[in-house]
C-alpha cells in the first residue's frame, strides 16, 4: 500500500473523531441546561413593584417595620423568574386612599383589610389571606374577657379575629364596665350617653362590625350615637381613650396588648392599660386581612400573582420576614379567593341598608 493512502486513511479518521468529540460536546451542554430546569429561560425585567399598606397603626411605624419587606421581596420573586429593580412602600392616609390608588392602578400590591377589599373588588383581587395567633379570650360575652385578662396568644393558627368595644379610665368608661362585670346588660341608652372614637367606615374592626354589634343588639348604628369622632389610626383612638376625651374605642381584639407600653410611657397613664379599661361588648369573626393585587396594574399578570402569592408565604415562614408582617399581628399566609369574603359583603349590605 502506498504512502498516500495511510495518509488518506488517517484523515478520515481524524474528521471522524473531531466529529464525535463535537457531538459529545453538543450532548453535555444539553444536559447541563435540562438539569439545570430554567437555565435557559429569561428572566422577566420589572423595574418597580409598589406595595401599599392601610394605617391601622401608626404610619411611621409602619414605614420602619416594613423596610426589610423590600429585600426580602426581590429576592424571592428573583427565585420565581423576576428580576425586580426595586420595591416602593407606602402607607396610604386612609383606607380609602390604597383602595382608590388600586383602582387606579398606581398600587401593585396592597395589604387590606376584608372590609376594604369588598369594597373595592372591582379593582382588587384577593390572593392571600393572613393568619395570626389566636387568643385565650373568645367569648361572645364581654365579661369574660374580663374576668380572663391580660388577653393572650395562644399557638393555635386561626383564620379570624373579632372586634372589642374597649370602655377607658373615664366615669362614664367605669360605670359602663360595672354594669358588664356585675352580669347585666348594657342599654341603648347606656351606650348613646358615652362618647365614641370608631375608624373610618371601611375599616372592619373599627366601623363595621361594631355597628352590626350595634344592630344585632339595639336595632341601631353607628351613625345614630349621639356622640361620636372619627379617628386616622388605632394609635389615636386609644390615647383619646388615655386622655379620658371619650369612653369608648372601638379596634381589633388583641389591640390593646400593642398599646401596654404606650399608655402609661406615652399617653400619661399611671396604672396598666388592663386595669384601667374593660371589654364591653365584642362582634362576631371577621376574616383575616388580605394581600391583594390591582386589577389595573400595568406588569400585573397570572405569572406575577403566583409568584407573589408564594413569594409572601416563604417570606412569612423566616425570621425576618415574621418580624415585617407582627406589625400587622399576621403570622403566615394562605391562598385565598374572593368568596371567602361574602360574610363580608353581607356586612357591606347591612351598612348599605342602614344608611339608605
Known sequence: MSKKWFRGLGIVLTSALMLAACGNEEETAEETATDSGDAGEEMVQIDEISVGFVPSRDPDEIVVATEPLKDLLI???????????????TVGT???AVGEAMSAGTLDVGFIPGGTFVLYDD???????????GLNN?????????ENKPTEGTDEQVTYYRSILIAGPSEKGRELADIINSGEELTWEDVDSASWSVM???????????????????????TDLSQIVQADSYANS??????????????????????????????????????ETDVVGVTPGIYND?????????????????????AFINIAQTEEGQEV??????????????????????AQQILRDLTD
Open 75 to 89: 429576592d424571592e420573586l428573583a427565585e420565581h423568574g423576576f428580576d425586580v429593580n426595586e420595591v416602593e412602600i
Open 138 to 146: 373568645d367569648s361572645d360575652n364581654p365579661a369574660d374577657w374580663n
Open 290 to 310: 388580605t394581600i391583594s393585587v390591582s386589577q389595573f396594574s400595568d406588569i400585573m399578570d397570572d405569572d406575577l400573582k403566583d409568584a407573589l402569592q408564594q
Open 200 to 222: 373610618n367606615s371601611s375599616s372592619s374592626a373599627g366601623y363595621i362590625y361594631p355597628t352590626i354589634w350595634l344592630q344585632d343588639n339595639f336595632g341601631q348604628s353607628l
Open 238 to 275: 386609644f390615647a383619646r381613650l388615655a386622655s379620658e376625651q371619650v369612653d369608648l374605642i372601638v379596634a381589633y381584639a388583641d389591640a390593646r396588648r400593642d398599646y401596654v407600653d404606650l399608655w402609661e410611657e406615652e399617653y400619661g397613664r399611671e396604672a396598666s392599660i388592663w386595669d
Open 325 to 346: 408582617i407582627a406589625i400587622y399581628s399576621h403570622e403566615g399566609y394562605e391562598p385565598a379567593t374572593s368568596e371567602d369574603y361574602d360574610v363580608e359583603r353581607e
Open 123 to 133: 379593582a382588587a383581587e384577593v390572593i392571600l389571606t393572613s393568619t395570626r395567633a
Open 94 to 96: 386612609s383606607y380609602e
